[in-house]
């Protein structure tokens, strides 16, 4: 069973900064497994948005237009864990962050996605 554990969000002013963590477990990327963790988030009354993801093998990272500059993603392979570190927030950044994780078994192809139970980052103004 492949769970998603997130830490990290909370309530922090304009321009503050907070970094994310979410741990994966019950399942790793090797090569055999390939895919992708990220994040993605949901303001109140917003559909759920893409925020920035890093691929596995590789490292190639993908960021929004709206957090490209102020949101890191990196991982650390040893912990299984990937972080979201987001700096020079803005009150529209308010929203639930949800880690997402998809693994592509390199020979069947196929697919398994994963989402974390989401932490609240609170930027205030």
């Known amino acids: 069973q492949v769970q998603l554990v997130e830490s990290g969000g909370g309530l922090v002013q304009a321009g503050g900064s907070l970094r994310l963590s979410c741990a994966a477990s019950g399942r790793t990327f090797s090569k055999a497994t390939i895919g992708t963790m990220g994040w993605f988030r949901q303001a109140p009354g917003k559909e759920r948005e893409f925020v920035a993801t890093?691929?596995?093998?590789?490292?190639?990272?993908n960021y929004a237009d709206s957090v490209q500059g102020r949101f890191t993603i990196s991982r650390d392979n040893a912990k299984n864990t990937v972080y979201l570190q987001m700096n020079s927030l803005k009150p529209e950044d308010t929203a639930v962050y949800y880690c997402?994780?998809?693994?592509?078994?390199?020979?069947?192809?196929?697919?398994?996605?994963?989402w974390g139970q989401g932490t609240q980052v609170t930027v205030s103004s």
């Open positions: 997402n994780a998809q693994f592509t078994t390199v020979l069947s192809r196929s697919r398994n996605e994963y």
């Open positions: 890093i691929m596995s093998p590789g490292g190639r990272t």
